[in-house]
C-alpha cells in the first residue's frame, strides 16, 4: 500500500464540537472506513473521507474490496440466520407449552383433591365416597348446609340405615371446589332427630345441632350438660342442666361456638358449676314439657354406629405439586438456554 505524505489529520475543539481542519491519513481513513461504510461516521468526517478518497486510489481501492466484503458478509449468512431465529423461536414456544403443561397438571393434581361443587347431589357422593374405605359404609342423603368460618358443614343420614346420620366438614380450595376432611357418625333412638357433633374449625371447638324428621308438637329443644355443684366428680354433686332454644323447622343444622354456649350455662345456672360438659339432647313441647321419650323408638336396631372419620392434611399433595412445577421450571430452562 503506498503512502501519502501531503495528508494530515489534526482536530479543533470549538463550541461547535469536533471538526476537521486538514485532509486526513491515510492510516485513519482505512481505520474509519468500516463506520463509514456502515454510515456511522458524521457528516463531517464522511465529507473529509470522501475527499480523500477522490485523491487516493490505495484507499479507494481499500475502500471498494472492504465495502464488496461487508456487503457478502451480510449476504451470505442470511439463511443461517434465519434458522437460528426459527430455531429460537421454536425453543421459546417449547418453554411456554412446558409452562402451560406445568400449570396444567398442578392443577390438575389439586382438582383431584378438591373436587367436590357445592351441591346436594355432589356432596352427597363426597359422604359416600369418604366413608367408603371405613368400617361405616353409608349411601348418604343431605340434609342441610351451612358455611362457618370458611368451612362448609354438611349434615346427613343414610338412606339405607333411617337411624344413622351424622355431618361432615369440607373446606374449600381456590378452584372454589371442596374437599371433605372429616365426617361424625352417630345412631339415634328416637324417630325425631337433635344429635350433637363436635368439631374443630381453624382451632375453634363448635357444636353442630343436626335434627331431622320433628313434628309439630316439637317446639323447643335442649342441649344438656352434666355438671356438678362442688368441685370433684361425686354423684351426690351431679346436676342436669338445660340450655333450650326455639324449634323454627323440622329440619335444620345449627352451629354453636362450645365457648359461647358454656357461657350461656353460667350465666343460666344461677349457682357456680364444676367440671360442665355437654352430654345430649333433649325436645319440648309449646308449655316447656319434656318430650323427649314420646319419640324413642322401642325396638333399636342391633347394628348401632358410632365412628369420627379424618382425612389426613394435604403435604403430600404439595409435595407432588411442587415437583411438577420443579420439573416444568427446569424443562423450561433448559429450552430457553
Given amino acids: 500500500m503506498g503512502t501519502c505524505y501531503f495528508l494530515s489529520w489534526q482536530t479543533k475543539i470549538g463550541e461547535g464540537g469536533i471538526r476537521m481542519k486538514d485532509e486526513l491519513k491515510c492510516s485513519v481513513v482505512q481505520d474509519l472506513l468500516p463506520n463509514y461504510i456502515e454510515k456511522l461516521t458524521s457528516n463531517d468526517t464522511n465529507n473529509a473521507i470522501e475527499q480523500h478518497l477522490n485523491n487516493?486510489?490505495?484507499?479507494?481501492?481499500?475502500?471498494?474490496?472492504?465495502?464488496?466484503?461487508?456487503?457478502?458478509?451480510e449476504k451470505v449468512p442470511m439463511i443461517e440466520l434465519k434458522f437460528l431465529k426459527k430455531v429460537k423461536r421454536t425453543r421459546l414456544m417449547s418453554a411456554v407449552l412446558c409452562f402451560v403443561l406445568t400449570l396444567i397438571l398442578s392443577y390438575l393434581i389439586y382438582d383431584s383433591e378438591y373436587k367436590f361443587k357445592n351441591d346436594k347431589?355432589?356432596?352427597?357422593?363426597?359422604?359416600?365416597?369418604?366413608?367408603?374405605?371405613?368400617?361405616?359404609?353409608?349411601?348418604a342423603y343431605i340434609l342441610?348446609?351451612?358455611?362457618?368460618?370458611?368451612?362448609?358443614i354438611v349434615s346427613f343420614k343414610d338412606q339405607s340405615n333411617l337411624d344413622v346420620n351424622?355431618?361432615?366438614?369440607?373446606?374449600?380450595?381456590?378452584?372454589?371446589?371442596?374437599?371433605?376432611?372429616?365426617?361424625?357418625?352417630?345412631?339415634?333412638n328416637y324417630s325425631a332427630v337433635v344429635q350433637i357433633f363436635p368439631i374443630k374449625i381453624k382451632d375453634k371447638q363448635y357444636c353442630v345441632v343436626s335434627a331431622y324428621?320433628?313434628?309439630?308438637?316439637?317446639?323447643?329443644?335442649?342441649l344438656d350438660y352434666?355438671?356438678?355443684?362442688?368441685?370433684?366428680?361425686?354423684?351426690k354433686d351431679r346436676v342436669r342442666k338445660t340450655i333450650k332454644f326455639d324449634v323454627k323447622n323440622q329440619q335444620f343444622l345449627e352451629i354453636y361456638q362450645q365457648e359461647e354456649l358454656d357461657k350461656q350455662l353460667e350465666n343460666s345456672a344461677g349457682v357456680t358449676l364444676y367440671n360442665y360438659h355437654l352430654v345430649e339432647t333433649s325436645i319440648y313441647d309449646s308449655i316447656g314439657s319434656e318430650i323427649t321419650?314420646?319419640?324413642?323408638?322401642?325396638?333399636?336396631?342391633?347394628?348401632?354406629?358410632?365412628?369420627n372419620i379424618y382425612k389426613a392434611e394435604l403435604f403430600v399433595l404439595y409435595v407432588?405439586?411442587?415437583?411438577?412445577?420443579?420439573?416444568?421450571?427446569?424443562?423450561?430452562?433448559?429450552f430457553l438456554i
Fill in 56 to 73: 487516493c486510489e490505495d484507499c479507494k481501492k481499500s475502500y471498494e474490496l472492504m465495502a464488496a466484503d461487508i456487503g457478502n458478509i
Fill in 144 to 152: 342441610e348446609t351451612k358455611e362457618k368460618d370458611g368451612a362448609l
Fill in 166 to 188: 351424622g355431618i361432615a366438614v369440607l373446606l374449600k380450595g381456590f378452584n372454589q371446589k371442596y374437599r371433605i376432611v372429616q365426617a361424625n357418625i352417630d345412631s339415634s
Fill in 226 to 235: 352434666w355438671a356438678y355443684t362442688n368441685s370433684g366428680y361425686l354423684s
Fill in 121 to 139: 347431589s355432589d356432596l352427597a357422593k363426597a359422604v359416600t365416597e369418604y366413608t367408603a374405605s371405613s368400617q361405616v359404609k353409608l349411601d
Fill in 293 to 307: 321419650d314420646n319419640f324413642k323408638i322401642q325396638e333399636i336396631a342391633k347394628n348401632r354406629v358410632s365412628s
Fill in 320 to 334: 407432588f405439586i411442587a415437583i411438577v412445577m420443579a420439573l416444568g421450571f427446569i424443562l423450561a430452562r433448559y
Fill in 213 to 222: 324428621s320433628l313434628t309439630d308438637e316439637i317446639k323447643y329443644y335442649g
